[in-house]
């Protein structure tokens, strides 16, 4: 990472831009307002706001980094997660090999901040997007880059925008499934590309790759066979492309989202063929702050741990919104809604309740039924102490789409509500 924009970073200042942050903050740096230890109810912070919990956060960077060094993997977390450069040092600190990015702006977006080896789990085909690579790779010899291919025609344009390229660009054959999403089909495809992409004079051939996740959200026994099987094919292909003399230089086979990467780890680390010099690839980004929905329930270190012996996982988001209206016995609205709260993998959970004077405490048997754009939708059971002014501590599902809603989060100590540091996001 550079430390010069990371240390440029955290002289930002607080402005208007940051809509929740209190007004004490504004013309503060990062850093400044980091010292300042504000508390997030008695502050002047705007309602809602989202915070992450640091003891969670390190909790689950501490956990994931050593359980794949036990495992015999090594790390390249996808950064469409969070998009915080400063998250990116701390998973490199934890010893993340890499880090993965979606499309051509992210990677542009983690070279400005000095990732050094990046992979990126697409095919990049974009003409302007492959000469600024180029370019990268020219002018920074440090600098590791991988990407994928699934056709004849994409390395045919991948060639033609590489044209006198200075260094080869590197290349991972994408292996697909029926019912998933990108990713060649079959043996023969998986060939051509990987002959096509050998014959080119700007790319180099790794290794192979894709994503189980979208093949099953389900963690029963067919369902884990389903992401083992299609792990195989990676390995099998690997083995067929390095057997055919197609590959060069280590050979790199990657896979795992944040719902399956037991199962990946367990097929990718089977012993491979003497003479084979193969570095399995995790690129599991939401464990760093892991959720209180979809991957709280399908982790192998969620609510249902499928590995034994290490800890579970521990929620690192949540939300804070306040009563503004309770029209009747059985609804109260809250002021957070879709613009600010995930939706996609289910709606935000009802955790904490805590009166204006304080502090919080646990709240059961209270669930939201709907999001309108601002509004959230809480329903009562009976005898709820829920009053308007009361603030809701609310867990939430889905990472991804919790982290692009908000440039800055503050971080917050043990007690919920004292902000020890701020993490500003980059979509």
Not at 71 to 77: S, T
Not at 223 to 243: F, N
């Amino acid at each position: 990472m550079d430390a010069a924009a990371l240390a440029a970073l955290r002289q930002e200042r607080i402005d208007w831009r940051f809509r929740s942050a209190a007004p004490a903050l504004s013309g503060l740096t990062l850093e400044e307002a980091a010292d300042r230890r504000l508390n997030l109810f008695t502050d002047g912070f705007f309602a809602p706001f989202v915070v992450l919990d640091e003891e969670a956060l390190e909790h689950n960077l501490r956990t994931m980094a050593a359980w794949c060094a036990a495992r015999g993997v090594v790390l390249a977390p996808h950064g469409k997660t969070t998009m915080a450069p400063q998250l990116f040092t701390r998973q490199i600190e934890h010893g993340a090999w890499g880090v993965t990015c979606a499309n051509a702006g992210h990677l542009r977006i983690y070279r400005a901040f000095g990732v050094s080896r990046i992979l990126l789990a697409n095919q990049l085909l974009d003409p302007a997007g492959l000469r600024w690579l180029a370019a990268e790779l020219a002018a920074d010899p440090d600098f590791e880059f991988v990407c994928w291919a699934d056709s004849v025609r994409g390395v045919e344009l991948m060639t033609t925008a590489l044209e006198g390229a200075e260094r080869p660009v590197d290349v991972l054959v994408e292996v697909g499934a029926d019912g998933g999403r990108t990713g060649v089909r079959d043996t023969a495809t998986a060939l051509a590309v990987a002959e096509a992409v050998h014959a080119s004079p700007v790319l180099r051939l790794r290794g192979t790759g894709g994503y189980e996740g979208a093949l099953s959200h389900g963690t029963d026994e067919a369902a884990l066979h389903k992401i083992s099987s299609y792990v195989d094919d990676l390995r099998d292909l690997a083995i067929s492309l390095a057997d055919k003399g197609l590959l060069d230089g280590q050979i790199i086979v990657t896979a795992g989202g944040s719902a399956y990467f037991d199962q990946v780890a367990n097929e990718l680390t089977k012993p491979w063929p003497d003479g084979l010099d193969v570095l399995p690839v995790l690129r599991s980004g939401a464990y760093v702050t892991h959720d209180d929905g979809f991957y709280r329930e399908i982790s192998p270190l969620g609510d249902h741990p499928r590995i034994d012996g290490v800890d579970s996982f521990r929620p690192a988001l949540r939300a804070w919104a306040q009563v503004t209206s309770k029209p009747s016995d059985e609804l109260a609205l809250l002021t957070i809604g879709k613009r600010d709260a995930s939706f996609d993998e289910g709606l935000p959970e009802p955790q904490l309740r805590r009166t204006p004077d304080g502090p919080a405490e646990p709240l059961d048997g209270h669930t939201i039924t709907k999001l309108n754009d601002q509004h959230a939708f809480l329903a009562l059971p009976p005898g709820s102490p829920v009053e308007v002014g009361d603030w809701i501590g609310l867990g939430m599902s889905h990472p991804c789409t919790v982290f692009d809603k908000w440039p800055l989060l503050p971080v917050t100590a043990a007690d919920g509500e004292t902000v020890v540091g701020y993490v500003r996001t980059w979509f």
